[in-house]
C-alpha cells in the first residue's frame, strides 16, 4: 500500500528557508516518478519539482528555478526552498507515480499525501 507523509511546512519569514519532507512507504522509490506540487487559496495546483524516474534527472517550475532544490533518498523526497517568497504560500504536496519517465502534471499521479502549509509572512 503506497503512503506519502508530508513535513516540514510552517511559517516563515521572506527571505527564510525551509525543507519539506515526504515520507513514503509500500514501494520502492527508487523506480517510481516524484513530483512536489503546491495549490494556494482560490488558484489551481501547480507543478514545483520533478525527478524522472528514467535517469533521475530533475525539473522545475521556472517560478522555483534557482532557489527550490529537490533530492530524494531511499525512502524519503525532500525539497529544500531557500529565498522564500510570499508568492510561495501555499500547501505543498508530494506525488509519486510508477509510469516511466518525467511527469509534470497533477494528473499524471495516482498517488498523493495528505499536504503540509507552507506560509511566508513577516
Known amino acids: 500500500q503506497v503512503q506519502l507523509v508530508e513535513s516540514g511546512g510552517g511559517l516563515v519569514q521572506p527571505g527564510g528557508s525551509l525543507t519539506l519532507s515526504c515520507a513514503t512507504s509500500?514501494?520502492?522509490?527508487?523506480?517510481?516518478?516524484i513530483g512536489w506540487f503546491r495549490q494556494a487559496p482560490g488558484k489551481e495546483r501547480e507543478g514545483v519539482s520533478f525527478i524522472s524516474s528514467r535517469n533521475g534527472s530533475t525539473y522545475y517550475a521556472d517560478s522555483v528555478k534557482g532557489r527550490f532544490t529537490i533530492s530524494r533518498d531511499k525512502n524519503t523526497v525532500y525539497l529544500q526552498m531557500n529565498s522564500l517568497k510570499p508568492d510561495d504560500t501555499a500547501v505543498y504536496y508530494c506525488a509519486v507515480d510508477p509510469t516511466r519517465g518525467l511527469l509534470i502534471y497533477p494528473q499524471e499521479y495516482d498517488y498523493w499525501g495528505q499536504g503540509t502549509q507552507v506560509t511566508v509572512s513577516s
Open positions: 509500500g514501494f520502492t522509490l527508487h523506480y517510481y516518478a
